[in-house]
């Protein structure tokens, strides 16, 4: 069974930073691309970052762009999300995606990503 386990939210002060990690188990990642989605209360799940299967391209929503960076480590089944310059907009459930293998990191939206994870809260205080 495919699981995607993400940690590392929490309750933090605008400016400050925090790392998700996501760990997938049940299968090896190495070929999929993987992504971080959030979603706020009453509001769709969007697009945050994805990066492709071998680490070498990475995309990014334009609103975290220069505060957030996705980096994956192949060799420990995980996916990171860095997020630097947090404001209370920034507040949501982030979840982690991947796409069945070999397939594009280039898309944005949540149906196209297969595997899930349960989220991890970020709320981030003003």
């Known amino acids: 069974q495919v699981q995607l386990v993400e940690s590392g939210g929490g309750l933090v002060q605008a400016g400050d930073s925090l790392r998700l990690s996501c760990t997938a188990s049940g299968r090896t990642f190495s070929n999929n691309a993987m992504g971080w989605f959030r979603q706020a209360p009453g509001k769709e799940r969007d697009f945050v970052a994805s990066?492709?299967?071998?680490?070498?391209?990475?995309y990014y929503a334009d609103f975290v762009k220069g505060r957030f960076t996705i980096s994956k480590d192949s060799a420990k089944n995980t996916v990171y999300l860095q997020m630097n310059s947090l404001s209370p907009e920034d507040t949501a459930a982030y979840y982690c995606a991947a796409r069945r293998p070999l397939l594009t990191a280039q898309v944005w939206g949540a149906s196209e990503w297969d595997y899930w994870g349960q989220g991890t809260q970020v709320t981030v205080s003003s």
């Open positions: 990066i492709t299967w071998n680490g070498g391209g990475k």
